[in-house]
């Protein structure tokens, strides 16, 4: 007989996706358990290719950062050597290559592929690429290229950098001695240098300030420099020298010097010493003037105020002395000195010991103006000149009365050795008259008789 009811389901009823649970516990042969492992290995499936994926972008993100060239600038002095270093982490069998900034190839691997004999191989493997290049010059600074030949090609810059160095500077503008007071403008050159130079100016131990001009090099990759000092002078710049000095990276701790001497025209200053302070009456006194110029003095010169020179002075050069002094000698001397430049003049108030204080005058009058040309219209210069000149007219008088004394003795020589005769008619036929009436008449008649009477006078 057939049960009432229908017999239980054997076999899992298919539900929609939707409502289908992920895990069912109704299978009463123990599949449900199977069903759960296959659903978790299908979620699995589902999930590991994404996570592949994630792992092997990041694995070749590094694998990237390792296959990249690694380089380094670099700066070199002209006529140096270079060594260019190119390195990678990792590396597929793939070549490495230097070329330079004209992108010609200087080695592929260990190949050299640019006939240079400068370009050498230091170090070669498979992460590694390293050459030098020696005699650097200018025409070899640039961006080197370090290149590895990957899919696709990776390269990496390196900047090399060529310092040249200034060639030694060179003063100008000095063309021989300077007047006191002029201003002369030097020149301080120099060429060849790459970066530019640095150029100062000193006057012994001080910095004196000029000004930088850029001219035109002979190479348009190296600085041609010069810098400009003017320089007013005074006596205290007779033989100072000045120095010009360039600064620059490729003379690291070395410093280029220029050196001008430069020599000063100027008037003399005076100096009076006395060989005894307070001389005393009677004695030996001596002033001596020293002058200092340049050129050195040539002329010296004494005056007296309110008067002149006493008999007892003698002037010698720059040399005032006295025989013997006397109270009348007390007073105010002046010296003074000439050279092409110009004059100076400096007082000295004379003292004889027990004269009176009114001898001397309480403010010596000031000494004459120092000027770099001598002024017609100076009252020294015409004071001078008057002496000259009263000295010449002296000495022209002096030789005019020697000449006259001189033909005075030679006229009263010439009359003493010439003798001189004449005839007298005195008395004239006195013995042959018998008296004197008729010798007189004789004589008048022109009685000659033979013997005639002479004089003689010396």
Not at 1 to 25: M, N, Q, V, W
Not at 203 to 211: A, F, T, V, W
Not at 337 to 359: C, E, F, M, Q, W
Request: aromatic share 6%; with cysteine; proline share 6%.
């Amino acid at each position: 007989s057939l049960p009432d009811h229908p017999p239980a389901r054997t076999s899992i009823e298919r539900l929609p996706a939707t409502e289908r649970p992920l895990f069912s516990t109704k299978d009463r042969d123990g599949t449900g358990a199977t069903a759960m492992l296959v659903r978790i290995l299908a979620l699995a499936c589902r999930l590991l290719p994404l996570a592949l994926a994630n792992f092997q972008l990041d694995s070749g993100l590094e694998d990237v950062d390792d296959l990249f060239p690694v380089t380094e600038n670099e700066v070199v002095q002209e006529g140096g050597t270079v060594t260019l270093r190119c390195t990678v982490q990792e590396n597929d069998n793939s070549s490495l290559q230097w070329s330079n900034p004209a992108q010609q190839t200087l080695f592929f691997d260990d190949k050299k592929a640019l006939r240079d004999n400068r370009i050498a191989l230091v170090f070669y493997s498979r992460h590694e690429l390293t050459i030098s290049i020696s005699n650097m010059t200018l025409r070899d600074e640039g961006n080197y290229t370090c290149s590895i030949f990957t899919m696709p090609v990776r390269t990496a810059m390196a900047k090399v950098d060529v310092l040249a160095a200034p060639k030694k500077p060179e003063i100008s503008g000095y063309i021989g001695p300077i007047a006191d007071g002029r201003t002369i403008t030097l020149m301080c050159n120099t060429s060849g240098s790459k970066p530019l130079p640095t150029i100062r100016w000193f006057k012994g131990g001080e910095e004196m300030e000029g000004q930088t001009y850029e001219s035109d090099p002979t190479d348009q990759r190296a600085y041609a420099l010069s810098n400009v000092v003017n320089l007013t002078v005074s006596p205290a710049d007779n033989g100072a020298v000045i120095k010009c000095t360039v600064n620059h990276r490729a003379l690291r701790q070395n410093v280029y010097t220029a050196r001008q001497r430069i020599e000063v025209h100027y008037s003399p200053t005076v100096d009076i010493r006395a060989s005894k302070e307070v001389p005393e009456e009677g004695e030996e006194f001596m002033l001596r003037c020293h002058g200092r110029g340049n050129p050195e003095p040539s002329y010296f010169n004494w005056l007296r105020y309110n008067g002149e020179l006493s008999e007892r002075a003698v002037v010698r050069h720059e040399n005032l002395s006295f025989t013997y002094l006397n109270k009348t000698d007390a007073g105010v001397y002046q010296c003074v000195a000439k050279n092409i430049i110009g004059t100076g003049a400096k007082n000295y108030s004379l003292r004889v010991h027990g004269d009176p204080l009114d001898l001397a005058p309480a403010t010596p009058p000031a000494p004459v103006n120092v000027s770099l040309t001598p002024s017609r219209h100076d009252p020294l210069s015409q004071l001078t000149q008057s002496s000259i000149d009263h000295a010449v007219i002296g000495g022209i008088v002096a030789v005019i009365v020697f000449i006259a004394l001189c033909l005075f003795i030679v006229l009263v020589r010439y009359l003493i050795r010439h003798k001189g005769t004449y005839l007298t008619h005195e008395a004239k036929g006195l013995d042959d008259a018998p008296d004197a009436d008729t010798a007189i008449i004789n004589a008048e008649v022109g009685h000659s008789s033979s013997d005639e009477k002479k004089e003689y006078f010396i």
